[in-house]
């Protein structure tokens, strides 16, 4: 079997590259398996702290591989959109999400699609000053998934989610993060190195406390002040059970850098 996701351990780092460069890392069943099987492997290897999720060649991920389907509609196959959704999207974005690691993810070029919104999946997105996101769903007549239709109004607002779902527009890299769409850009020649370098920096965090604070804020969507404040109590009550506190006050006192170990 090709090898469509390439892995990379760098120390404490599981660098994961979506790697069909010739089809703009455009999702197949095959490269579906293939990146949940590495993001399982990185979720329970106790050796591995953070995730960086990245696209070969010149674009990071153009979305579903149309011209697959469009083969087999061909051959009078239909195109079940909710099976597939069911089968390999939702599960995509519900490993992102409940992974207890910071995930951060390197936009190199285009991020169409689900490949869009599988970067916004993402605790932390860094693009290349050429790339560009793009909801591209309507433009075939379909509508968004992969988390778009949660993740795009949280992030910019219901306006501007409302014209990119609607309109298909691009959006250049420089302007998604004026709008808080990411979190940063950067010229495209030193992307992987600022994604390396971030990736190893929050792997040398107390990543059970960035765990916490991953689930406070998925949850704070839908609370109510109330509920967070009570949410807020609870975890705090788990963080300060942790070896890494007791680490960090010690490293505190002792006027030296703190060794978290993510226990």
């Given at each position: 079997?090709?090898?469509?996701v390439l892995i990379e351990r760098a120390q404490a780092v599981s660098v994961l590259t979506l790697n069909r460069?010739?089809?703009l890392n455009a999702f197949t069943t095959e490269l579906h398996q293939q990146l949940a099987a590495a993001l399982d492997a990185a979720a329970a290897d106790d050796g591995v702290r953070a995730?960086?999720?990245t696209g070969a060649g010149r674009g990071f991920c153009a979305g579903q591989d149309l011209q697959a389907r469009a083969l087999a509609m061909a051959d009078g196959r239909p195109f079940d959109g909710g099976g597939a959704i069911e089968a390999w999207y939702n599960p995509l974005v519900r490993r992102l999400r409940r992974m207890q690691k910071p995930v951060v993810c390197a936009v190199n070029g285009v991020a169409a699609g689900a490949g869009a919104n599988l970067a916004l999946a993402c605790d932390i997105v860094l693009a290349a000053r050429s790339a560009s996101f793009l909801q591209a769903f309507?433009?075939?007549?379909?509508?968004p998934d992969t988390g778009g239709s949660f993740f795009l109004p949280r992030l910019v607002g219901r306006a501007r989610a409302a014209a990119l779902m609607l309109l298909g527009d691009a959006v250049p890299a420089e302007e998604a993060a004026r709008w808080g769409l990411i979190w940063r850009v950067v010229d495209d020649a030193v992307l992987m190195t600022e994604a390396r370098a971030l990736a190893a920096r929050l792997a040398a965090q107390?990543?059970?406390?960035?765990?916490l604070i991953k689930t406070m804020l998925d949850a704070s969507h839908g609370n109510s002040?109330?509920?967070q404040l009570d949410l807020e109590r609870d975890m705090q009550k788990i963080a300060a059970g942790t070896a890494d506190f007791r680490e960090g006050v010690a490293a505190f006192l002792e006027k030296r850098s703190a060794k978290f170990r993510g226990a």
């Open positions: 079997m090709a090898e469509l460069p010739e089809k995730v960086l999720l309507c433009r075939i007549g379909l509508v107390p990543t059970r406390a960035l765990a002040l109330d509920q």
